[in-house]
């Protein structure tokens, strides 16, 4: 039969994906750690990789076609062997994440069926263009491919993207746009969690004059300057050590201590927001800290992170800082038990030691799931970051 070629779960709220391009043909040899296929889920587009050596078969699903989680998407067989017709697999459901059972009206004796969405209509598109027109929000399927077969090529976005809009009306000038897949399940992960998590804030304004003349120092030693995203998430790594109770999810009506810190980054990219993860970020040093974060950033924009580099987030981090933002209140990413927001530094009038005087100030803003944490217990994990960040000197 072969090794099996499974849609993974990426997220714990991940039903199906959409497959964006093979990057093997059937019949085409391959190896573990070989991209197959890229997929888009609910946070990025992912490269689902080969598990075994041997020759792809039987794809079962194109390009543009959604399939849910724990399908068989293909098959890799040893060389020589032939897999012959193998039917499409039935899906192997993740039972964490299965849709709930609805009952049917036709069903008189009041049993349950478990129902799936219809299949998408299949768009054939280059994976350039698919990324562009996720760029630029455009919709696939209102475009004409010039491409062979009629697939979809990155010339045909751009005369999409140039072509004028349509005359408003002469009462009102506006025009819709339609929203990216990932905008509207962003949307809606959000606004779920802000109905049904019970989110509480504690909101501190941090001294960031010692973290300033760490990076003066840093820079004119070293010529090297850490960014003030990767200074503040080293000291939340190193705090979420000391408080365990904060690095931890809301699952099943239980609370899930996580036993390593995989911190989350909230990154804007075009048309969305993506939470690449630095796994075990509570063992790098500052300077390691530093590269993850200024790598990710960019892979994120351009669709390319690793499925490890997006799952298996603890706790995420959202600076708004550099849009010149004062101070907001990030919403959960569920089942995390809690996020932090930071804003710009900025010169303020504080008094310390009974001298008023400016100094250089940012206000953060940590959410809770109350459900999980208490107010008590996130105030000291909050004073914690606050005098890692004062003293700046437990960061290198």
């Given amino acids: 039969m072969g090794s099996e070629v499974i849609m993974p779960r ?3 709220e991940m039903r199906e994906a959409r497959i964006t391009a093979w990057l093997k043909k059937e019949g085409d040899s391959v190896r573990p750690g070989d991209g197959l296929l890229e997929v888009e889920t609910d946070k990025a587009a992912v490269t689902v990789e080969a598990g075994a050596t041997g020759i792809l078969r039987a794809i079962a699903y194109g390009e543009g076609e959604v399939a849910p989680i724990g399908e068989v998407l293909a098959y890799i067989t040893p060389p020589g062997e032939d897999l012959g017709n193998t039917p499409r697999a039935a899906p192997r459901m993740d039972p964490a994440v299965a849709p709930a059972a609805v009952e049917s009206p036709l069903d008189t004796a009041g049993a349950s069926t ?8 299949r768009v054939l598109a280059t994976p ?4 562009l027109a996720q760029q630029h929000g455009i919709d ?6 010039t491409g062979p077969g009629g697939r979809i090529v990155e010339a045909d976005i751009i005369r999409e993207r140039e072509r004028p ?3 408003a009306s002469e009462e009102i000038d506006y025009r819709d746009e339609e929203l990216t897949r990932l905008e509207r399940i962003t949307g809606e992960r959000l606004s779920e969690a802000q109905h049904s998590v019970p989110q509480f804030v504690l909101e501190a304004d941090v001294d960031m004059a010692a973290l300033a003349a760490l990076r003066a120092r840093l820079k004119a030693e070293q010529a090297y300057c850490p960014s003030f995203t990767a200074l503040i998430g080293r000291a939340v790594a190193l705090a979420l050590r000391e408080h365990p109770a904060v690095n931890s999810a809301y699952v099943d009506g239980k609370r899930r201590l996580f036993t390593r810190v995989n911190l989350g980054i909230a990154t804007a990219i075009p048309n969305g927001l993506m939470v690449p993860v630095i796994r075990e970020a509570d063992r790098l040093s ?5 590269s993850r974060v200024r790598g990710l950033a960019p892979r994120a924009q351009e669709g390319t ?7 298996d987030g603890t706790f995420t981090l959202s600076n708004l800082g550099m849009y010149g933002v004062d101070a907001f209140q990030a919403i959960i990413n569920p089942p995390q038990a809690a996020i932090l927001a930071v804003g710009r530094v900025r010169e303020a009038v ?4 009974g001298l008023i005087g400016v100094r250089p100030v940012a206000t953060m803003r940590l959410t809770i799931d109350h459900r999980v944490l208490d107010g008590a217990v996130a105030a000291q994990f909050l004073a914690r970051v606050r005098t890692i960040l004062e003293v700046a000197d437990a960061l290198v």
């Fill in 114 to 121: 478990a129902t799936l969405p219809p299949p998408a209509t």
């Fill in 350 to 353: 504080v008094a310390k030691e």
């Fill in 165 to 167: 809009a349509a005359p």
């Fill in 286 to 290: 500052l300077a390691e800290m530093d």
């Fill in 10 to 12: 990426v997220t714990y």
């Fill in 305 to 311: 992170l690793r499925v490890d580099e997006i799952v």
């Fill in 140 to 145: 696939l399927s209102r475009v004409e491919g």
């Fill in 128 to 131: 350039i263009a698919r990324r």
